[in-house]
């Protein structure tokens, strides 16, 4: 039995409620939609603490912020296991994969002290780590193309 | 002394590098952007972890954006404490605020219920728990302008 859930505005789930579990199998859309997902909030998620950071918004969420992108963080690497090069994905990501790799380790280390630290260091410390923690650009330069 | 860092794609945060401490004091537009950035973040990690209980993406990160969105979840009510309706806000929010306010903080426990079932239960309890957890459509048809 299959059951359409309207989760959030505009986005519609199809939800397998059979009771025996299946075995999830991604097609390529598929695979490029989950990483793109994970982008986009990560993306929002750096946007919202970068605007704390920033001062333009006061830090009550500060520490979650940071949860948030220390749990996002740990999503990417298994997300590009699956070769799939496209939607912005360069296949170097593949070609490269110990470099992009271990550079998603790194991002996974640092986005992980930054929520430990924040939570007792505040903005001053999330200021301090973010450059080195949040360095998207890095990645992006080499494993991205720009839309 | 002013920084601008680029934080991820296109996204660029003017980040204050002054050594004393400036209190934060957002203008309408931050605060309209500031909660967008928020929103965006829930759409997207809701939309990975519906491709997990919908079976198009293994359940390998189901606890990651579960617990990602439970934090992002408790982000929301302290964006929309400035009264300032616009984006896609209903002054309706403000003039509601018990039942608004009401309606978030069962956001967060429900989220937060499902992040922590989600480690020892996976996606059945997920699938189980999301639909009344992320009952996104039952604030946005009543709080929301429709883009």
């Known amino acids: 039995m299959t059951r359409l859930f309207k989760l959030v505005g505009g986005f519609a789930v199809a939800a397998v409620m059979a009771a025996a579990p299946i ?3 991604a097609d390529d859309k598929d695979t490029i939609d989950y990483r793109q997902h994970i982008m986009k909030g990560l993306d929002a998620q750096t946007a919202a603490i970068g605007m704390i950071v920033s001062t333009q918004i006061p830090e009550d969420n500060l520490v979650k912020h940071a949860e948030a992108i220390a749990q ?5 690497k298994k997300s590009f296991e699956a070769k799939v090069a496209g939607g912005e994905s360069k296949p170097e990501i593949w070609a490269n994969w110990a470099d992009f790799s271990k550079r998603l380790d790194d991002f996974v280390a640092k986005t992980d002290k930054m929520a430990k630290d924040a939570k007792t260091g505040g903005v001053p410390v999330v200021m301090e780590q973010m450059v080195d923690a949040l360095t998207c650009k890095g990645c992006h330069d080499v494993y991205r193309n720009k839309k």
């Open 23 to 25: 075995a999830a199998q």
């Open 72 to 76: 996002m963080a740990k999503t990417v």
